[in-house]
């Protein structure tokens, strides 16, 4: 018998592995030439990155929680105001809402996992202000509806995209339905740094003008201090480590569509499983595979399985929703939800990924609901 291959959920090692002399060049010309706080290579990115999401401007910042937080303040929430986003979600979304002194209020999610425009619509109040969709797993929200509610009662919409770099919804990318939107280059993310990093988007002058105001102390060019900020600018030497990933960003999310294709192709109508749509299964939307969450009967069961024969796997947020982490206080009533995170199970997903472990994966997934069918 061969050694079983063992294919981790997430391989944090494989990026300097594969394309180490890149970064070593990066490394050694940004260093050398001391550039280290907003010099060539932010701006080079932002410009970069704008382009790609096909908007005006991109502010580098620190990490996509600052990005939200920045975005929203910059756009005028006021305390007191309630902001819908779903409870499917990672806490930092509604963070950014309560770190402005707002109030979020939780959405269920539909079938494909992202905020179901219905349920939102019905917890709108005269006090609601605000809309995030998370653009989850690399997957644009249905924006036609959402951008209808938001434009029936007076919502302003920041998008949470910080999944969803590259993914298109009816030739719009994720990041250009809203007033502003914000991206992650955590680690894992599509578009990776080698630490914390994030960008805010958006079309707005104003927004872009008052985000570059405040993400470095509300100072402008000259140093005048022109408004209250804070410090959450993109380290130049992380922007010039994207500027590489960002070379390789559509290859790599190719790569991501292909692993989903592969899913799709071994695991579609196995009885117990329901899959994510398929990277073809709509003319209208271009999904970047950020995460891989199919759900499953017998999660727990599955999880084990794989997990005995190498193939690691992780269930999103520590398996639960914003409504079910007491200490949030954002209890709710949200069935699809609680139902997703009794079932839901994300199998490995990432650029880097071979083929034989990609097989390894959809055989193991096979064996079990085969083994669990007899
Ligand atoms: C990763 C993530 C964030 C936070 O990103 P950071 O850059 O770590 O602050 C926010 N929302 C979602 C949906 C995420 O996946």
């Known amino acids: 018998m061969g050694k079983t291959l063992r294919v981790p959920f997430f391989d944090y090692q494989a990026p300097f592995r594969e394309r180490g002399g890149e970064y070593r060049a990066v ?33 580098g910042v620190g990490n996509a929680t600052d990005g939200l937080t920045l975005a929203l303040w910059a756009a005028g929430l006021e ?5 819908l986003l779903p409870a499917h979600t990672f806490v930092a979304t509604a963070g950014a809402v309560r770190l402005l002194g707002a109030v979020p209020v939780l959405a ?37 509806a959402l951008s209808k509610l938001a434009a029936d009662h007076g ?61 470095d102390h509300g ?20 922007a010039a480590i994207l500027l590489v990933n960002l070379r390789h960003l559509r290859g790599d999310i190719e790569r ?32 970047v595979f950020q995460n891989y969450e199919l759900e499953a009967a017998s999660r727990d069961e599955l999880r084990d399985a794989l997990s005995c024969g190498g193939v690691g796997t992780a269930v999103q947020w520590g398996g639960r929703g914003l409504h079910q982490f007491p200490a949030l206080g954002l209890a709710a009533k ?7 995170f009794d079932r839901s199970l994300m ?19 096979f064996r079990f609901t085969e083994a669990q069918a007899v």
Not at 79 to 83: D, I, R
Not at 114 to 139: K, M
Not at 226 to 237: A, E, I, K, V, Y
């Open 27 to 59: 490394f050694e010309d940004v260093c050398s030439r001391g550039a280290f706080i907003l010099q060539a290579e932010v701006e080079e990115f932002e410009q970069r990155l704008a382009k790609f999401v096909g908007v005006r401007h991109a502010i």
């Open 79 to 83: 305390p007191g105001s309630e902001v």
């Open 108 to 144: 269920d999610c539909g079938d494909d996992h992202v905020i179901d425009p219905v349920s939102a619509e019905r917890l709108v109040t005269s006090r609601t202000r605000a809309l995030i969709p998370v653009q989850l797993n690399g997957r644009v929200a249905d924006m036609d």
């Open 155 to 215: 919502l302003m919409i920041v998008e949470d995209a910080a999944q969803a770099l590259g993914a298109r919804y009816r030739d719009r990318g994720a990041g250009s339905f809203g007033v502003a939107a914000a991206f992650s280059f955590y680690p894992a993310k599509l578009l990776g740094a080698f630490g914390d990093a994030g960008a805010v988007v958006t079309d707005s002058d104003e927004i872009a003008e008052a985000v570059r105001l405040l993400r």
């Open 219 to 238: 100072r402008d060019r000259s140093g005048a201090v022109r408004r209250w900020g804070m410090n959450s600018r993109l380290d130049n030497l992380q």
């Open 256 to 287: 991501r569509r292909a692993i989903g294709r592969r899913y799709e192709e071994v695991l579609r109508g196995v009885p117990g499983l329901a899959l994510p749509p398929g990277p073809d299964a709509e003319p209208d939307r271009y999904d």
């Open 334 to 340: 949200l069935p699809r939800t609680d139902q997703v």
């Open 347 to 365: 199998l490995p997903m990432h650029q880097f990924l071979r083929d034989d472990e990609v097989e390894h994966v959809v055989r193991s997934v």
